[in-house]
């Protein structure tokens, strides 16, 4: 597609339930990250993928949280038992494959889903 | 450790107005890259510039002018004559080179343009 798309936009689940949250990027987008971000803050890393394989989850902030990316385009973000303290915006963000000649490829963001828990 | 410092927490300036947004960056590299994003409200962060730490030269776009000191660990970004649409959460970011890094982001410094 021509953009990172993220469903649902909005996601009001009660505490205990289960949720999962998807991300589709660019088409051919190697690299996809996931970020949260809590209200007034700035986004804060959880988790990445190239291709399939998940090669940092180092900011996933419980084992309740679990993200995979089975054929290495489509990703979900799962999160189990939900807390009210995972109210929050979960971004989506691709770039593109390999390194450009900058060192450092430009992340393409989706707009976001955005989780409250009562 | 890499951090990301926005001590701006909000901003407010009338239309036409110039407003500058701080940004002091602390790591331990020596190569690294600094960004600008704009988070409208829709959500949406959309990239803004990439710097490299090689290369200090000022740059302008348009309205928009970045001024990266290197021996004060700060990368400020100037909008002149800002408009309504400039109204937006802005963050800088830092990364490390390479294939893969993760980016780290300060908190943002929310802009407000009334007209």
């Known amino acids: 597609g021509a953009g990172v798309s993220q469903s649902p936009r909005y996601k009001v689940a009660k505490r205990g339930q289960d949720v999962a949250l998807r991300c589709d990027p660019i088409?051919?987008?190697?690299?996809l990250f996931w970020y949260q971000q809590a209200l007034g803050q700035g986004p804060e890393f959880l988790t990445y993928?190239?291709?399939?394989?998940?090669?940092?989850k180092s900011g996933l902030p419980s084992d309740r949280f679990f993200a995979e990316r089975p054929e290495g385009s489509v990703s979900t973000l799962k999160i189990q038992r939900t807390q009210q303290e995972d109210s929050a915006v979960y971004l989506c963000?691709?770039?593109?494959?390999?390194?450009?000649?900058?060192?450092?490829?430009?992340?393409?963001f989706g707009a976001g889903s955005r989780l409250t828990v009562l | 450790a890499q951090k990301v410092t926005q001590a701006q927490t909000e901003i407010s300036v009338v239309e036409k107005e110039d407003v500058t947004l701080d940004c002091v960056y602390e790591?331990?590299?020596?190569?690294?890259?600094l960004f600008w994003y704009k988070q409208p409200p829709s959500g949406e962060l959309v990239f803004l510039i990439r710097?490299?730490?090689?290369?200090?030269q000022n740059e302008i776009s348009g309205r928009y002018s970045w001024n990266f000191q290197k021996s004060t660990s700060s990368f400020n970004f100037t909008i002149t004559a800002s408009q309504v649409v400039d109204s937006a959460v802005y963050f800088c970011?830092?990364?490390?080179?390479?294939?893969?890094?993760?980016?780290?982001f300060g908190t943002g410094t929310k802009l407000q343009v009334i007209p």
């Open positions: 963000a691709s770039s593109a494959p390999g390194v450009d000649l900058s060192g450092a490829n430009v992340l393409t």
């Open positions: 088409s051919g987008h190697v690299s």
């Open positions: 993928f190239q291709n399939e394989a998940q090669l940092d």
């Open positions: 790591t331990r590299d020596t190569t690294y890259y």
């Open positions: 710097r490299n730490s090689f290369d200090e």
């Open positions: 970011a830092l990364r490390r080179p390479g294939g893969y890094q993760k980016v780290t």
